[in-house]
């Protein structure tokens, strides 16, 4: 993809890669509505990578509410969104810096995780002299 001619649509594009996880502070039912993910869906990619499939909606409940808890226990990470309230810019402009290799980042489903280290390299490479 040719810089210049790169779009947000693009770099949207680029994102939606993998699998959804709750985004830090959603609960299981803004989740669901969010992503229209079913338990069927779900149990059709559990099975595709070897693992059991859910019982119920409420065995799938929980699960969602464990990986979000996960997800909510270490604070040492920013999301995307968390990233450029704290610098006042554009969630596009982290996820161009994400791509660019500018900020280190985990990729968990389609979300973005910055250590709070790789935040701080970022910063001390783009602060001026």
């Known amino acids: 993809m040719n810089k210049d001619n790169e779009t947000d649509q693009d770099l949207v594009n680029w994102l939606q890669d993998a699998e959804q996880i709750p985004e ?6 803004e989740f669901i509505k969010r992503t229209n993910w079913t338990l069927e869906e779900e ?3 559990r099975k595709i990578d070897g693992m059991p499939a859910l019982k119920d909606e409420q065995e799938y409940r929980n699960l969602l ?3 979000q808890k996960k997800m909510n226990a270490n604070k040492e990470f920013y999301t995307a969104q968390e990233l450029a309230d ?6 596009m402009t982290i996820y161009r810096y994400i791509k ?3 900020v280190k980042a985990y990729k968990i489903g389609k979300e973005f995780r910055i250590d709070e280290k790789e935040y701080n390299k970022f910063l001390n490479k783009t602060k001026t002299k």
């Open 24 to 29: 830090e502070g959603e609960t299981t039912d």
């Open 43 to 45: 149990n059709y990619w």
């Open 65 to 67: 509410n464990n990986k």
């Open 86 to 91: 704290k610098l006042r810019v554009n969630v």
């Open 100 to 102: 660019a290799g500018k």
